[in-house]
């Protein structure tokens, strides 16, 4: 070899050596501000309550079964009026027609989902219809299928179960 090339190589492995030090010392500086920085800034805990959502999809007209539902934590200021929340109960009425009330996922189990609910979204009075509310009768029925009332006698005959507006039901 001649001398020109071992010089060269030379000043390359030392060019190389004197970056790797560089870059070492610049890095262990880049991850001691780091940890400074994330030693000081303390993470805000935001307060959660545990809100009723669906576990699974539920599509319009599907019947809401108990293993549909579960309770998932969700920021507290985020929670609206209209979602179900832990530990509350659900105020529903007997079959004597007396106020009770009843714990929040037995109250939903036997309703009908009224439009599309995805996979842990909250649950809502507006999302499903409970059997003997208006409109139970249009949710559960499928398409191509009718409800009829036969009347009986003026006061039988008024069924109650479809009202007007709660649903297309056509020939």
Do not use: H
Request: hydrophobic share 45%.
């Amino acid at each position: 070899m001649r001398a020109r090339t071992l010089i060269l190589l030379m000043f390359a492995l030392i060019a190389a050596g004197g970056t790797y030090v560089l870059a070492q010392n610049w890095i262990n500086t880049q991850r001691g501000a780091l940890n400074q920085v994330a030693k000081q800034a303390k993470p805000k805990l935001t307060p959660t309550i545990e809100v009723l959502v669906a576990a699974t999809e539920l599509t319009a007209g599907q019947f809401i079964k108990a293993p549909n539902l579960r309770w998932q934590t969700w920021p507290k200021e985020g929670v609206s009026e209209a979602y179900f929340v832990k530990g509350k109960k659900y105020p529903a009425t007997n079959e004597k027609g007396e106020k009770i009330e009843t714990d929040i996922v037995e109250a939903f189990v036997g309703s009908v989902v009224r439009s599309r609910i995805s996979a842990g979204e909250p649950i809502s009075d507006g999302r499903v219809v409970r059997p003997g509310e208006r409109g139970f009768l249009a949710a559960v029925l499928g398409a191509g299928n009718r409800a009829i009332s036969v009347p009986i006698n003026a006061t039988t005959g008024i069924a109650g179960f479809v009202f007007p507006g709660t649903g297309s039901i056509c020939c």
